[in-house]
T-cell receptor, first 117, second 115 residues
């Protein structure tokens, strides 16, 4: 079946502009995650959605970052007033259950490469 | 606190050589899960394996094998007879029963297989 998809694949923006990144999870997956990967670094957790529960926003680096998940499926990560340090690859992942009692496997999308000039 | 350490930043091997990628983890939870992902140049992370803390049996899948040792908190990954297509960044990750929502990733090991 179809995997996790993300759009756009590349985004170049000017400092101070707002950007929206989109993620389509695997059909039937209830959990959705956003990560940031800076050049040469590991993955930094940003936010997690599970069903209709309130999202876990503990990884968001500042209040310029926000995310929504509409209808329990597609998610949008918004970065307001972008800064050069926001330049990174933003990865989305989904998993079947996302249950804390029995961690299941996360499947990743291809990412969005964001460049802030 | 949970932590994953991949001490090898970059490794280069000649095709057909065997190579082992190290992963050391830290957690105080007794129930936890370990993962390996491959990130080829295309950028998409590909799931390779998941192992839970109660199963120390080593696993082999084709040219890939994994050695899980709780005594040393390690979950090492070996590629036998490496091929150019194995060139990628490999990430080890940890999640626990108490942090099920979060994966803790190592910083990755960049493997280059030279033809």
């Amino acid at each position: 079946g179809a995997g996790v998809s993300q759009s756009p694949s590349n985004k170049v923006t000017e400092k101070g502009k707002d950007v929206e990144l989109r993620c389509d999870p695997i059909s039937g997956h209830t959990a959705l995650y956003w990560y940031r990967q800076s050049l040469g670094q590991g993955l930094e957790f940003l936010i997690y959605f599970q069903g209709n529960s309130a999202p876990d926003k503990s990884g968001l680096p500042s209040d310029r970052f926000s995310a929504e998940r509409t209808g329990g499926s597609v998610s949008t990560l918004t970065i307001q007033r972008t800064q050069q340090e926001d330049s990174a690859v933003y990865l989305c992942a989904s998993s079947l259950m996302g249950s804390g009692a029995s961690t299941d496997t996360q499947y990743f999308g291809p990412g969005t490469r964001l460049t802030v000039l | 606190a949970q932590k994953v350490t991949q001490a090898q930043t970059e490794i280069s091997v000649v095709e057909k050589e065997d190579v082992t990628l190290d992963c050391v983890y830290e957690t105080r939870d007794t129930t936890y899960y370990l993962f390996w992902y491959k990130q080829p140049p295309s950028g998409e992370l590909v799931f390779l394996i998941r192992r839970n803390s109660f199963d120390e049996q080593n696993e082999i899948s084709g040219r890939y094998s994994w050695n899980f040792q709780k005594s040393t908190s390690s979950f090492n990954f070996t590629i036998t007879a490496s091929q150019v297509v194995d060139s990628a960044v490999y990430f080890c990750a940890l999640s626990t029963s108490n942090t099920g929502n979060q994966f803790y990733f190592g910083t990755g090991t960049s493997l280059t297989v030279i033809p």
